[in-house]
């Protein structure tokens, strides 16, 4: 059975950080690649991020790019976030999902297989 969990949300005043971990179990790491994505209340999901297995490149949407940074431990089958500077417009629940090898990378939400249960992230002073 395949399992995303996440971990590490909260809430952080503006400016602080936060680091999510989305932990897999079900399948290797080899065979799917991981993206983080947000909803915030009365809109779309929205890819965050996320990295590729075939060749490690990472996709960041432009709102976070230098912001956040996504990483991964593939002996743990583990994929973090590292949010800092966060902003209010930060808060929304944030999931991590597995894409097959051949889509991961991707932002878009239909090419990934499987999904965590979210966790939320409130940015507010």
């Known amino acids: 059975e395949v399992q995303l969990v996440e971990s590490g949300g909260g809430l952080v005043q503006p400016g602080g950080s936060l680091r999510l971990s989305c932990v897999a179990s079900?399948?290797?790491?080899?065979?799917?690649?991981i993206g983080w994505f947000r909803q915030a209340p009365g809109t779309e999901r929205e890819a965050v991020s996320a990295?590729?297995?075939?060749?490690?490149?990472?996709y960041y949407a432009s709102s976070v790019r230098g912001r956040f940074t996504i990483s991964s431990d593939n002996a743990k089958n583990t994929v973090y976030l590292q949010m800092n500077n966060l902003r209010p417009e930060d808060t929304a629940v944030y999931y991590c999902?597995?894409?097959?090898?051949?889509?991961?990378?991707?932002?878009?939400?239909?090419?990934?297989?499987?999904w965590g249960q979210g966790i939320q992230v409130t940015v507010s002073s």
């Open positions: 999902a597995a894409a097959p090898a051949y889509n991961s990378g991707s932002y878009y939400p239909y090419e990934y297989d499987y």
């Open positions: 079900g399948f290797t790491s080899d065979d799917y690649g």
């Open positions: 990295i590729s297995r075939t060749d490690g490149s990472t």
